[in-house]
């Protein structure tokens, strides 16, 4: 029953972080404007997945993608003990 609880926990971990990755990309254009108002309208791209590059963006996608490694792991550990 522990093994399938961590892989439960591991399919939960990683639907949460392709979820938050979702919510990251949907943000960015929020995040262009937010850029665009600092900058008095000058200085800001055009095209928003050039945001995906700027501070604090890849941060954020490194902890999202910690997060999907971590369900990863939670996954292969308890087929490991199911074996």
């Known amino acids: 029953m522990e093994k399938d609880k961590k892989i439960m ?3 939960k971990t990683i639907i949460l972080g392709l ?3 979702i919510v990251e990309l949907l943000y960015l254009p929020v995040f262009g404007a937010l ?3 600092q900058v ?6 055009s095209d928003f997945w050039k945001y995906t590059g700027q501070q604090p963006y890849p941060i954020i996608f ?4 910690i ?5 990863i792991a ?3 550990w308890g087929y490991k003990e199911k074996k």
């Open 67 to 71: 997060i999907i490694v971590m369900g």
């Open 40 to 45: 008095s309208g000058n200085g800001f791209y």
């Open 9 to 11: 926990i591991g399919y």
């Open 19 to 21: 979820c938050l990755y």
């Open 74 to 76: 939670f996954i292969i």
């Open 62 to 65: 490194l902890l999202t993608g």
């Open 35 to 37: 850029q665009k108002t």
